[in-house]
């Protein structure tokens, strides 16, 4: 006997499907946590580059060092959510344009899938 996964009648609902995957999923739990992120330590880096050059001590260098683990986070954020982004805006682009379920997945989005 061969076990597969199938959606269920929740998850083949237009409704849900637009309202969770677009808002709840892209929206929600990465467009707005990567623009606060961004913009965030894109102020907190300006500041600490301002007062860089006013004076340079062992407290700003630590500082600047901070400032770029924080940047590096961001883009680790950015690069981990981005197979979930694109598997997630070809079901919306899907959903949106041709007004159909993506039933039949492409063999990329099984190998996006697994890579997140």
Same mark, same amino acid.
């Given at each position: ?5 199938? =959606? /269920? ?11 969770y995957i677009l808002i709840g999923n892209f929206v929600i739990m990465v467009l707005v946590p990567?623009?606060?992120?961004? %913009? ?11 007062? !860089?050059?006013? !004076?340079?001590? /062992?407290?700003? $260098? ?10 590096? %986070? #961001?883009? %680790?954020?950015? #690069?981990?959510?981005? =197979? !979930? #982004?694109?598997?997630? $805006? ?8 041709? !007004?159909?379920?993506? $039933?039949?997945? =492409? ?10």
């Open positions: 006997e061969v076990l597969s996964i199938c =959606p /269920t009648e929740l998850r083949r609902n237009l409704l849900y499907i637009q309202y990567f623009v606060m992120l961004v %913009i965030l330590n894109g102020y907190l880096y300006k500041v600490i580059i301002s007062k !860089r050059i006013i !004076r340079s001590s /062992t407290r700003q $260098t630590r500082d600047q060092k901070i400032a770029m683990i924080l940047i590096t %986070i #961001v883009l %680790i954020f950015f #690069v981990c959510s981005l =197979p !979930r #982004v694109v598997i997630n $805006t070809y079901e919306v682009f899907h959903l949106l344009v041709w !007004r159909d379920l993506v $039933t039949d997945w =492409p063999e990329w989005c099984d190998q996006v899938s697994a890579v997140s």
